[in-house]
Nanobody, 124 residues
Framework: VQVVESGGGWVQPGGSLRLSCAVS????????IAWFRQVPGKEREGVSY????????FYADSVKGRFAISKDHANFTVYLQMNSLKPEDTAVYYC??????????????????WGQGTQVTVST
């Protein structure tokens, strides 16, 4: 499976961005997809997750109510809609595919495939 992120950029606080994760082939039906983020000097943080069967979605407490994950099966793409962005959301965002147990969705070592990352910068 391969995943490729896009959609990062610069936005002012309070603004919105939508990240896209293109997933190869029909992997979207067999793999859970998660978004992680990382800032220099810190560990990678799980941001959001959607299960292969679309039944489960999870979010980090820091983004609940502001971010939304969704899946477009027709285009083999997973989206992360980010609203009300804050400076502390600034990070490199990664898309990952894997088969973690749902209660371990935030553990990055449980994912098999990673994208190259896309930078999100929130500042005035």
């Amino acid at each position: 499976v391969q995943v490729v992120e896009s959609g990062g950029g610069w936005v002012q606080p309070g603004g919105s961005l939508r990240l896209s994760c293109a997933v190869s082939g029909y992997a979207l039906y067999y793999y859970a997809i998660a978004w992680f983020r990382q800032v220099p000097g810190k560990e990678r943080e799980g941001v959001s997750y959607i299960s292969a069967n679309d039944e489960d979605t999870f979010y980090a407490d820091s983004v609940k109510g502001r971010f939304a994950i969704s899946k477009d099966h027709a285009n083999f793409t997973v989206y992360l809609q980010m609203n009300s962005l804050k400076p502390e959301d600034t990070a490199v965002y990664y898309c990952a595919a894997g088969t973690p147990y749902r209660t371990s969705w935030y553990r990055d070592r449980l994912y098999d495939a990673w994208g190259q990352g896309t930078q999100v910068t929130v500042s005035t």
